[in-house]
């Protein structure tokens, strides 16, 4: 058998960091669907549903719980209840699954929703105008640390402490940085971004 060629084992391991996160996903999912079964029966006894989604009625039942949990818990989280629990959180998805937090970026970015970024999104301009998506990631009285990540991912790139008074830098939406980064570059509207007043 023929040994696989370096870029076929590199497609098969990105392949499987990709698969990681979404096998977590279809192991939670079917956790909780079983943990939610002997309740989502009861509802579905309860209000006769078996009669109108026939063996169906418990899985729909089981999926309906988990939105409704998802959406109290984004709206806790959009509160500001879990702020701090939800920075966490975010950090740890960042380092771990980089491939989801693009994703979730990319599709949900720009909406009035997603708050508590403890990520700034910024168009850094460098020395003999040249620019770089990079990341605000702490301010301090002094310094800006940033991150500037390698694309498409963000799991790799460069870490910088710049003095305030030495940057220059234009804001952007999380959603346009990684939109971005996944696409190389491309479609980021970069003139109207420098040139905005």
């Not at 959406?71 to 701090?84: A, D, M, N, P, T």
């Not at 008074?165 to 696409?183: F, N």
Request: aromatic share 12%; hydrophobic share 50%; glycine share 8%.
């Amino acid at each position: 058998m023929a040994k696989f060629k370096p870029p076929s084992s590199s497609l098969i391991v990105g392949g499987l960091f990709f698969l990681t996160p979404v096998l977590f996903i279809i192991l939670l999912g079917s956790k909780a669907i079983a943990l939610l079964t002997p309740i989502a029966v009861k509802i579905s006894e309860a209000f006769g549903l078996h009669s109108v989604f026939g063996g169906a009625a418990v899985l729909i039942v089981c999926v309906l719980i988990i939105v409704v949990i998802c959406l109290i818990s984004g709206y806790f989280i959009q509160r500001g209840v879990f702020s701090k629990w939800s920075n966490n959180i975010e950090e740890k998805l960042f380092v771990h699954f980089p491939s989801i937090q693009i994703l979730k970026y990319r599709m949900i970015g720009d909406q009035e929703t997603v708050i508590n970024e403890f990520w700034e999104a910024i168009i850094l301009e460098e020395e003999k105008d040249r620019y770089n998506i990079a990341f605000i990631t702490e301010r301090t009285n002094e310094f800006i640390t940033l991150f500037i990540p390698d694309a498409p991912r963000l799991d790799a790139g460069e870490v910088r402490y710049v003095p305030k008074e030495s940057i220059t830098y234009y804001p952007i939406s999380m959603k346009q940085a990684m939109s971005g980064l996944y696409s190389f570059g491309k479609g980021m509207g970069i003139e109207n971004i420098v040139n905005k007043k």
